[in-house]
C-alpha cells in the first residue's frame, strides 16, 4: 500500500481526494491538511507518507516553500504539487527545489492516481502541457554546450528521465536490471550535484550536460 498525504486548503477538492484514494487497493491518505504549518504538526505523531500532494497557493506558507522545508526533514519523501498554476518559474521551482512531479488541478482523478503509481515506479509525472512548457523554456536561447561529466551510459539514462520513464522502462530501454538503473541515478546525482530527477532534466534541456 501507498501511503499519500494531502496538502490542500480547498475543502471539496481535499476531500474528494481522500474519499477517491481510500477507495483504492494499493493506495490510502493517511494525511490531509489546509497547510504545511498544520501538515508538520500533525507529523509530530503521525509517520510521513511516502507520497505528498501539495498545492502552491497556500494559506500560511506557499506550497513553493514547503518543499524545502519537507524534504530538508523527510528528504525520502516524494511530493507531486498539483496546483493550478502553469507558468514556468513556479514549475522549475517547485522542480528544482525537490518536486518529483507537477500536475494541473484540472487532472482527472484516476490520472493522479496513474500519475503516483508512475512516480512510484521512478517516472516523473507530469500533465502534456507542463512538459511541454519544460521543453519550450530552454529552446529560444540554447547555451554553447558544455563538455559532460557523464559516460554515454549515464547520458542513456538521463534520456530516458526527461523521455519521462521509470526507472524499469529505462532498464527495459538498455537491457539492464532496474537496481542497476538506481545505481546509475545515483553516480549521476553526485557528478552533477543535484538532489532530484527535476535538477538533471532541467541540466540536460539546457545543455548543461
Given at each position: 500500500m501507498i501511503s499519500i498525504g494531502i496538502i490542500e486548503d480547498e475543502n471539496d477538492i481535499?476531500?474528494?481526494?481522500?474519499?477517491?484514494?481510500?477507495?483504492?487497493?494499493?493506495?490510502f491518505c493517511?494525511?490531509?491538511?489546509?497547510?504545511?504549518?498544520?501538515?508538520?504538526?500533525v507529523l509530530k505523531t503521525k509517520?510521513?507518507?511516502d507520497i505528498l500532494l501539495m498545492d502552491i497557493q497556500l494559506p500560511g506558507?506557499?506550497?513553493l516553500e514547503g518543499i524545502r522545508l519537507i524534504k530538508d526533514q523527510f528528504p525520502d519523501t516524494e511530493?507531486?504539487?498539483?496546483?493550478?498554476?502553469d507558468d514556468t518559474e513556479k514549475i522549475f521551482k517547485a522542480l528544482?527545489?525537490?518536486?518529483?512531479?507537477?500536475l494541473l488541478k484540472n487532472t482527472s482523478l484516476p490520472k493522479i492516481r496513474e500519475a503516483i503509481l508512475?512516480?512510484?515506479?521512478?517516472?516523473?509525472?507530469m500533465n502534456p502541457q507542463i512538459a511541454r512548457k519544460v521543453i519550450e523554456y530552454f529552446n529560444p536561447a540554447k547555451p554553447a554546450k558544455k563538455e559532460s561529466p557523464l559516460t554515454d551510459r549515464e547520458k542513456e539514462i538521463v534520456i530516458g528521465l526527461v523521455d519521462g520513464l521509470s526507472y524499469q522502462a529505462i532498464g527495459d530501454r538498455m537491457g539492464i536490471t532496474i537496481e542497476t538503473v538506481r545505481s546509475y541515478i545515483k553516480t549521476i546525482y553526485r557528478k552533477l550535484q543535484v538532489n532530484s530527477k527535476g535538477e538533471v532534466i532541467k541540466k540536460s534541456l539546457s545543455g548543461e550536460i
Open positions: 481535499r476531500n474528494d481526494l481522500v474519499v477517491y484514494f481510500n477507495r483504492q487497493q494499493d493506495l493517511s494525511i490531509a491538511e489546509p497547510s504545511v504549518e498544520s501538515f508538520l504538526k509517520t510521513i507518507p506558507m506557499s506550497g511530493i507531486i504539487m498539483l496546483t493550478i498554476y528544482v527545489t525537490g518536486a518529483s512531479g507537477y508512475e512516480l512510484r515506479a521512478g517516472g516523473a509525472p
